[in-house]
């Protein structure tokens, strides 16, 4: 590992545990200066050790990384406009996905049963969400919760293609993604934000770990 990968590292671990911490306490200021610099060390890391630059990741990546920049004012606008950033992570990650599916190695018995899972937690969402959520967002909020389980089902056949420890990792990642935006929307819109501990620090958390696993498992592979 070269000095310049283990110093961004080192500022990928500062960052995050200033803004964990700051998330703990609840302490806006410190975790609005502190989110911008998180997924910008991931990406700095990713093009220090990728032999080859998969685009369609880095693309990914900056998407994410503008969504937690309009993430960070309060509105709904800013919220909805944060969603199309993150809409596009999502599809950039199944880009990055597809070219290592064999769909002859795919185990539809599972993967069917598992994209109905994500599928279900979508309905209930929307269903829960429905009195709390301006009617605007109702159809962008399910789309996005369908982009994000769409790239978990490709993350999932991934795996099942490779079977191997990146693949794994990768999805491990990606189903954290999820649980981040259930948290997010949790905290947002829903009363279920008092049963989530925490709030933002689980969401970042989660968040953090997801975009940091998706990316070290494809280096990986």
Wanted: a positive charge.
């Amino acid at each position: 590992m070269t000095a310049l990968k283990v110093v961004f590292l080192v500022f990928l671990v500062g960052f995050t545990t200033a803004h964990l911490i700051s998330s703990w306490k609840d302490d806006e200021k410190r975790r609005k200066f502190s989110k911008p610099f998180i997924v910008p060390c991931i990406v700095a890391y990713y093009f220090l050790s990728a032999e080859t630059v998969c685009w369609p990741l880095v693309a990914g990546l900056i998407a994410s990384w503008l969504g937690d920049i309009l993430l960070i004012p309060k509105g709904h606008k800013w919220f909805a406009l944060g969603g199309v950033a993150f809409f596009a992570t999502h599809v950039f990650f199944v880009m990055t996905y597809y070219p290592y599916i064999d769909f002859a190695c795919v185990n539809w018995y599972v993967t069917i049963p598992v994209a109905c899972l994500y599928l279900a937690a979508d309905i209930f969402l929307t269903v829960h969400f429905r009195k709390s959520t301006p009617a605007v967002l109702r159809p962008p909020m399910s789309m996005y919760i369908m982009a994000n389980g769409t790239m978990n089902v490709f993350a999932l056949m991934m795996y099942m293609t490779l079977r191997n420890q990146p693949a794994l990792i990768v999805y491990i990642g990606a189903v954290l993604f999820f649980i981040s935006d259930f948290s997010c929307f949790s905290v947002r819109y829903s009363d279920l934000r008092d049963y989530i501990p925490k709030k933002h620090f689980t969401v970042m958390l989660t968040y953090t770990v997801a975009v940091f696993m998706i990316t070290q498992g494809l280096l990986l592979l």
